[in-house]
């Protein structure tokens, strides 16, 4: 496994990590007879597994089911790997207008993440779903920055979509790092995030790798509106002559291979899935012809792109 520093912050992580909503809810494309999720033994024994093989960052949320009580299960007392969750609700909270009500909506969304991790300081809290607006509301920087001189949480992240939130993110000065979407079909953040994140020195993990199972063999289960995305699948599978097996190794191969990217996130139920991401990362980023012969894939239509619009859970 390689490692990389993540921006500004002392963690360095793995290449690849691991995402849980998968373990803590039914959630993707699936099948339509198969998107339960592991009950929690499996889970457990899939993310000590993960770090067995040297994985040592996973993403989790207070919103994703289980999967906090899972990863804190399975990894809170474990030294050495690095758990990211995330703080939500608290744009939409009653007490929006009390500063000392607000802090005290993010101190309880942080008191209840270390008690389900078994960890007494969050190496990342991220704003989940971080819009523009988050980045101006001086309550909610400021209890952030509170935690944070608190030694409750280690490093401020933020979880994204779009370029205007991420760059908002960036420009605030006040996070360590940001989650965004990524893949060979969603190409829209490269040139207009990634060297802003580079300059500032921001920490960067790519999720949605995989396009929440689309650039898998899966993408025959997607809906029939969302048909021009199983075709530009198809097409992108074409013009890198591979087969649907191989697929998601060269989805996760492409962001790997994208400048300014410090871990491809990537959600796994199974152990095949996990050795999977494991054998993809192994295989280093793609070569430089494949990395060009792709360059023109992205799509730029949001419904397609963002998996909040397809209507699955
Ligand atoms: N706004 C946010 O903060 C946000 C949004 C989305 C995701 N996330 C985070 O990112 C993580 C990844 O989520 P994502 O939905 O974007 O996932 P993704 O990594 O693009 O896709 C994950 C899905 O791909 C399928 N898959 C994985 N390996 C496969 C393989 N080798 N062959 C075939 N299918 C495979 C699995 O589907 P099955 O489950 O059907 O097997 C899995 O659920 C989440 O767990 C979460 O931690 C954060």
Redesign the pocket.
Known sequence: MQYRTLGSTNLSVSVLSI????LGMD????SPD??EHPDEKESIDLLRSAISSGVNLF???PS?GDSEIIVGKALGEQGGCYIAT?VSGVRSSQSISHQNNYHWDIANSIELSLQNLHREYLDIL?I??ADVNDFTNSKLISGLEQAKEQRLINCIGA?V?GSDNALAAICSGIVDVI?I?L?VLDQRLVSTVLPEAISANVGVIA???????A????AKYLPYELHPLREAVNHCRSKLGVSWDQL?EYAIRYCLGVVGVHSI??????H??LN??LDAVKLGPLTETDMNLVSDLGLMEENLLN?FYWNIP
């Open positions: 995402g849980t909503v998968e959630y993707g494309i699936g198969n998107v993403d989790t949320a994703y995330k991220q989940h779903n979880t979509y989650q979407p893949s999720r949605s790798v995989l396009l929440k199972g650039l898998t063999s899966k998601p996130l990537v959600g796994v139920r199974s095949d899935e999977y991401a998996p």
